[in-house]
């Protein structure tokens, strides 16, 4: 499990490389579905924290505090970011040694969703029986329940092709 802010950081950085930079609002969605997609092949979470069902989607508090400087901005560079984090923060993310799997889930994720807006990605979290529908107003969304959901849409993907 990493640090969510690292994960956040890595698509961040492929979003300014690709010249496709994300919103706050879309990061927040790319980490939930690399998390989710974690979790349904490897059976194991991708992030430390907990996301928490808010209003438009999951979200996890860390992420937004370290990005709410960009507000709704597409986020092009990373300069800002350094100053508020921690030096523990700054270390994780200079570290960067993300395991096979890790990376595997993060390409994925981007590559699948990179362009795709942040509303659209924000409704697909909203779906009766998703975990964020399950606990909207509740607080904090289960991994179990999150890895079983996204279980269930592949399963769902492969019966439908």
């Known amino acids: 499990m990493y640090p ?3 994960i956040a950081f890595e698509f961040v950085r492929k979003g300014i490389e690709d010249k496709n930079p994300v ?3 879309k990061l927040q969605k790319l980490v939930y579905f690399a998390h989710g997609i974690h979790l349904a092949q490897y059976n194991s979470p991708l992030i430390n924290e907990k996301f928490q069902a808010w209003e438009y989607g999951p979200v996890v508090p860390e992420i937004y505090a370290s990005y709410k400087i960009y507000g709704s901005d597409p986020i092009v560079d990373t300069d800002h ?12 993310l200079e570290k960067n040694s993300l395991s096979r799997d890790a ?5 994925l994720t981007w590559e699948t969703l990179k362009d795709i807006d942040a509303i659209t990605l924000s409704a697909w979290t909203h779906k009766d029986g998703s975990p964020w529908k399950l ?7 289960p991994n179990e329940e ?3 959901y996204f279980l269930q849409q592949f399963k769902s993907a492969s019966v439908s092709k």
């Open 4 to 6: 969510a802010i690292a």
């Open 23 to 25: 919103t706050q609002m």
């Open 81 to 92: 970011l350094f100053l508020f984090l921690s030096e523990g923060q700054k270390k994780e």
């Open 103 to 107: 990376r595997s889930a993060i390409d």
């Open 135 to 141: 606990h909207y107003k509740n607080g904090t969304m």
């Open 146 to 148: 999150i890895g079983e």
